[in-house]
């Protein structure tokens, strides 16, 4: 498989992250991953140590315990976590590309020292709270506020489908102000933040999702991000994650298609395997050309990261056309493990249902599609 050898093209250190992050997801994640899916089921704490000593968590960004590593390598190591599985990636991503990186970009050198090296290490936990109930691919209408009380800040209102939320030691917390859009230190058991998860999701089952609420949540003067006003810090922080989505999604689509290969190769029927039939090699040669461009897509928006190139343009290209890709790949895949393909023996079915969700957040398909309209015309048709 990957007939266009894509890895070739990756550098030593890169092919070395590689490695270490499938051996890991292989000993570590993969037995425990069809019952923590079934289960609704996520063990962060003691995952989230372990990450930090393989140096993943914010391995992007430059000092304070982090190990600064290239985009690609961050990359390459968002395709084997969501190989195994997207809520694993999720976590690391929120981790690093958001919680992370938004005290590394806008934070103070307090903030930074003070939370920075305990979140490399998985010591601490952070979550993200921008999307509201109400105000999800609008986040410039929020209604979350915060006002000023003498020097401290107050902040109302809620924030919905935010992973790692309830497990999570500090919240990066966006709210309206006089001033415009701020973000907001607010550290676990503030009086007034409560989180409480989401219950019954059938896609990323193994992975913590939440609502926070905040009621006349009173911080300090200190707690507020000082290097950032306005709707460019939080959209900032989302085009890194979306870097790591682009990446993780051809993780995903090539672990069902491996599964799909694997079967495909052993199934008998009409007395020889299934992956003897013309329709059933047209299925995995398509499948094979997908995830053949996925990579080729990924590896270059992260070469062009890596010499400051990128656009979020060239990431919501990425992020669009890799996931639709993996969630095409899935649903293929499927078809060729049929009433077997519905079972958790098999990553297919859980790889399909957390795509699903994968395809929307951090920026939907539509609004992805609206972006590269955008960039195409010059017209823009969100205002």
């Not at 395709?79 to 590394?104: T, Y």
């Not at 290209?317 to 639709?324: D, E, I, M």
């Not at 859980?350 to 395809?359: F, G, P």
């Amino acid at each position: 498989m990957d007939v266009l050898r894509v890895d070739d093209r990756l550098a030593d250190e890169e092919r070395m992250v590689r490695d270490t992050v499938r051996a890991f997801t292989a000993e570590k994640v993969m037995p425990h991953l069809a019952g923590w899916f079934e289960d609704g089921t996520f063990p962060a704490r003691e995952l989230a140590p372990e990450l930090g000593k393989l140096g993943l968590l914010g391995m992007h960004l430059q000092g304070y315990g982090c190990a600064g590593t290239s985009a690609v390598a961050y990359g390459v190591a968002c395709r084997e976590l969501e190989a195994a599985d997207s809520g694993l990636r999720s976590f690391v991503s929120v981790q690093g590309s958001l919680a992370m990186a938004a005290i590394r970009k806008f934070g103070s050198e307090e903030q930074k020292s003070e939370w920075l090296p305990r979140m490399a290490a998985g010591e601490a936990i952070g979550c993200f709270g921008l999307t509201e109930p109400d105000r999800g691919s609008d986040p410039g209408d929020m209604r979350t506020r915060a006002r000023r009380d003498g020097t401290d800040w107050v902040l109302n209102g809620a924030k919905m489908w935010i992973t790692n939320g309830s497990i999570a030691d500090i919240a990066v917390v966006w709210a309206q102000t006089d001033d415009g859009i701020r973000g907001f230190l607010v550290p676990a058991g503030t009086p007034g933040f409560t989180a409480s998860d989401i219950h019954r999701k059938l896609s990323l089952r193994a992975s913590v999702t939440s609502e926070l609420v905040l009621q006349d949540v009173r911080l300090p003067a200190d707690a507020v991000l000082p290097g950032v006003q306005g709707l460019k810090g939080p959209l900032g922080c989302l085009s890194e994650a979306r870097y790591g989505i682009l990446w993780g999604a051809v993780g995903a689509g090539r672990s069902c298609y491996e599964a799909a290969v694997d079967y495909a190769t052993t199934r008998e029927q009409f007395g020889k395997p299934i992956g003897s039939f013309q329709l059933t090699q047209e299925k995995l040669a398509w499948m094979e050309v997908a995830l053949g461009q996925a990579g080729l897509v990924a590896l270059h928006i992260g070469r062009l990261k890596d010499e400051g190139a990128v656009t979020p343009q060239q990431v919501s290209f990425g992020k669009l056309a890799n996931v639709r890709a993996a969630l095409d790949v899935a649903r293929e895949a499927r078809t060729i493990l049929g009433a077997n393909g519905i079972t958790l023996e098999y990553p297919v079915i859980r790889h399909m249902n957390n795509l699903e969700s994968v395809l929307t957040y951090e920026g939907t398909q539509e609004v992805h599609l609206l972006t590269l309209g955008k960039a195409v015309t010059g017209l823009d048709a969100f205002r």
